[in-house]
């Protein structure tokens, strides 16, 4: 047996190896039949839910793929399986994502690494029969209704992690269209690239594939390192994907959306000792270059490329400076928009707008409250806020530039209150919007029931818990004063209201 405790992901720093390890476990997904969207299906009951399935989002996640994940939230680790779901949902749509949940509260001592090797290679195994038999059950009727299961108790053994290290490398080199690529991906990620690639694959890592990625890196770098074992998603905000995951296998349609960036030649050296050292297990190669990276040190940057006498090649950069009184194109609305839609897409497009208020857009007599919806296309909203992303000119402030989206995001929610849209442009990421905002626009409150209990819960829970100042507050108002004859909303806002 390899000295497995030597790599330098495992590293216990005396710490005493446990003999078990205690997560929980929650299953992501549809009820079939349910009216209700993607829901906790069934959960232990130590789970925390809140915002955990946002933690593990992957973009559209419009193609369906087995794969696995790896993710790191301060102090807590989970791995999540993915598999197409066997559900048909009330519309008679089907072939969307299952998520098996399992999460670790990891204590300071113990390596991020040791909890991947035992719960990915678990969590692969865990599959919709846990639930299935029950899905006729009435109980799913109540949208709060999830099904209770227990947690998972996975023991520690040294030769059955000795065993899953070297099958995880077997089955890497197994998918690796050639050893170059792995040696990028750790050179991006010593050299502070973020998210990183892998590239050339044409099907998902395996759990222990995985979980071996970690083992070349020191505890200071591989214990907060989120990892996604493929990306399940026709179109993804590499930004917004960014936020959750620090190294990304990307499926082969998405490799031109990619720029490949140089790193510094001495994350370039450390790659290939990581890379080759793991493919060969050969830790002679690894614990020299892991040493200069342990002591949490700043990456090295790129150097600077040396000025050509070529022409310049014309190129869109994810970050490209833009003048000021510049406008970013985006798609326009359809013909016939609201003047509300086209006042959107002009803020929206605008390099120097940062700011919208509903409030003055309710003066304008041209708008006024809204009392009926106008088809919006699907792809509208999500594509200006994915370009956006991508495209935040230099001199913007990052979180002003954030409110910004926030802002189109709100307006999504309000004027297209679809469980779609909810899905794809998400609740705003600061604190500063409330998801309703826009809603203050609403002649008819109960237009936001288009989108569902599930989202519509979130959507409220976020609004309330804003920064307090007078635009929160006006919100607040609004919620607490909604004019609803449906029980199941009335119920919601008053627990939602409760809760803070």
Known sequence: MSDILSWPALSLDKAPLPSKILCEHGIWGKVPGARTDFRWIASSSGLEREELERHVSLGAEDKPKAAQLWRSVDDRCIAVGLYPSPAVDADGR????????????????????????????????L????????????????????????GAELPVDLEQL?????QGVTELRDALDKPGSLKRLYAQILGGRRPAWLTGLERPLSARALAVLLLPLPRNLSDPLSLAGWIPSGRVSFED?????????LPPHLKESIEIEDVHPDAEAGGWAFAQGLLDLNLDLVLPAAAGYAAGAPPPMPEPRARSTEPPVLTISPLAALRPRTEIPLPPPPAGASALLRELHAFAQAVDRRWLDPGRLAADEDIGPITRLEPIPEQLFPSWIETLQQRRPNPADAEQWTVKLDLLRSAALVLRPAPDTFQRVGLPESRRVPALFFALLLGKRDLLTEMG?????????????????????QVRDWIAQWPTKKPWLRSLIAEAVKAQ
């Open 453 to 473: 209990i599930e989202a519509l819960s979130e959507i409220v829970r976020q609004s309330l818990s804003c920064l307090p100042d007078p635009r929160a507050r």
């Open 127 to 150: 599959t919709a029969e846990i639930w299935w038999d029950h899905r006729g059950d009435r109980a799913w009727e109540n949208p709060a209704f999830s099904l209770r299961i227990p």
């Open 94 to 125: 089907r072939d969307f994502l299952e998520k098996q949940v399992l999460a670790w509260r990891r204590p300071a001592e113990l390596p991020a690494a040791l909890g991947a090797l035992l719960l990915l290679p678990h969590v692969e195994t």
């Open 241 to 249: 994907l960014a936020g959750r995951w620090n190294a990304l296998v």
């Open 162 to 166: 000795d065993t899953v290290v070297r």
